[in-house]
């Protein structure tokens, strides 16, 4: 897959079913049958939702860990709690798990962000607190991670 694009606004019905955006069923019409995993994201309280293919090279990356030791399996444990596999009904919707709408704090209205392989599910308040958070500075943050990765305009020598 070669990246997702968008971030959509949307809501979640009384049975924790949520309608998978139309931009988003295009991007993904390949393997839409295969079935997603779902999530807890590392670093916010926010789900993961993976393509199967896209969660499959993921797994293989993490069966590589060494099992011997502690932190490796620690890891593996907390990266796997909750993880869920989950399909689109026939009417394009999927249900998400109780516990983990719980973890992230989800109740009706929620975002879904594409994150290059893989699409963030946020409760949109707490979207709404990341991306708007007065204690990143994203001009800085851009720079650190980006900055040293050159662009083909510094290869071009300006008078």
Known sequence: MTGLLGVYECSIDAK???????????????????????????FHKCLELYT?????????????LNRFKKKNVDFIRM??????????????????????????GISKNIVMSAAVNMIEIWDKDRYEQAINDPSVDFGSLAEDVMGSMGNKSDDVDLP
């Open 16 to 42: 924790a079913r949520l309608l998978l955006p139309s931009a988003f069923k295009k991007q993904l019409t390949p393997v839409l049958e295969k079935g997603f995993v779902v999530k807890r994201s590392v």
């Open 52 to 64: 199967m293919e896209e969660w499959n090279v993921l797994v293989k990356d993490v069966n590589k």
């Open 79 to 104: 990266f796997n709690a909750g993880v869920k596999p989950v399909e689109l009904d026939s009417s394009g919707r999927l249900l998400l798990p109780k516990d983990l709408m719980t973890y992230a």
